[in-house]
C-alpha cells in the first residue's frame, strides 16, 4: 500500500514518481537546459559584442571591449562544446547514459 504524499499542484507525470524516479528524469533534462541556455548566451553576447564594435565608430577602446566580448564568447562556447563532447566520450566509453540516468540500485 502506497501511502506517499501527493502534491496536488504537480502535475500526473511528476506526482507519481518515486524520489529515484524523479531524479533520474531531473538531471539529464538539467543538463540539457544548461546547454540550451549556454547556447542562447552565446548568441546573446555576440550580438551584444558586434553591435559594440559597430557603435564604437573608431574608438580604439571600445573596439577592443567589443573584440574582448566576442573572443570570450567563443571561449565559452568552445568550453561547452567541449563539455558535450566529454559527456558523450564517458558515455560510449562507459556504457552509461549520462543524459538518460538511470539509478535503479537504489530503489
Do not use: C, H
Request: proline content about 2%; cysteine-free; glycine content about 10%.
Amino acid at each position: 500500500m502506497d501511502q506517499g504524499i501527493k502534491n496536488p499542484a504537480l502535475g500526473e507525470g511528476v506526482r507519481n514518481l518515486s524520489g529515484t524516479e524523479f531524479f533520474n528524469k531531473l538531471l539529464p533534462n538539467l543538463i540539457s537546459l544548461s546547454f540550451i541556455v549556454g547556447a542562447i548566451i552565446f548568441v546573446a553576447i555576440i550580438i551584444v559584442g558586434a553591435i559594440q564594435w559597430i557603435i564604437s565608430g573608431g574608438d580604439k577602446a571600445a573596439i577592443e571591449s567589443a573584440k574582448s566580448k566576442i573572443t570570450n564568447a567563443v571561449i565559452g562556447l568552445v568550453i561547452l562544446l567541449s563539455l558535450f563532447a566529454i559527456i558523450y566520450i564517458l558515455e560510449n566509453f562507459f556504457g552509461i547514459k549520462l543524459l538518460e540516468l538511470r539509478i535503479n540500485f537504489l530503489e
